[in-house]
């Protein structure tokens, strides 16, 4: 498998330091390989966990992701796509394990415990009442709008063009998108009485 990469950008500033990591990550640094799990590993947990995989599943999928870079380092042809080519191979990786799942039939001992509710402490209540309200409301969103505003939030955040690539949607509808999907997020807060909570 070779990892056909395509430059769009090869004047960007980022090339040169990418190719430097790729290029010593391949030479066996550890330091190297750390830098790249800095900058790229947020998004790919978020793109596991927009595809609301289990804990588990997720870091299968980041660690199938993170194998097939390892395996394929010398043939990065462009490391300036290596944030999209990074992002699709976790979106296959994910939906790979989704066609897995969908195979099994959980019974008996295998059924998933309910996880045990931790009570809140007295400290800092409006802001979990806030937190509660923002995730229910998120929680009613459509699939596609909580998949883009997840890969939003990572830290470091994604360029647009890996979560092009994660979501296999043109870039120039990424904003669009966006801003209509926190339309429909305000609409449901709103709904619910709690938009008033969000700018406290």
Known sequence: MTVAIVSESPESSMQPRLRT???AAAAGDECAWGELLDRFGSVIWAIARAHRLCDADAADATQATWTALLTHLDQVNDPNRIGAWLATTARRECLRLLGQARSVVPYGDELP??????????????????????????????????????????DPAPSYEEISAALEIPIGSIGPTRARALE???????????????RT
Do not use: I, K, Y
């Open 184 to 198: 429909r997020l305000r609409r449901e807060l709103r709904r619910d009485g709690a938009l008033a909570l969000m």
């Open 113 to 154: 415990e309910a996880e045990a509710q931790q009570p809140h402490p007295n400290e800092g209540l409006e802001l979990d009442e806030r937190d509660a309200a923002l995730w229910r409301s998120f929680c009613r969103l459509r699939d596609s709008d909580q998949v883009l505003l997840r890969l939003l939030m990572a």
């Open 21 to 23: 990591l790729l290029a």
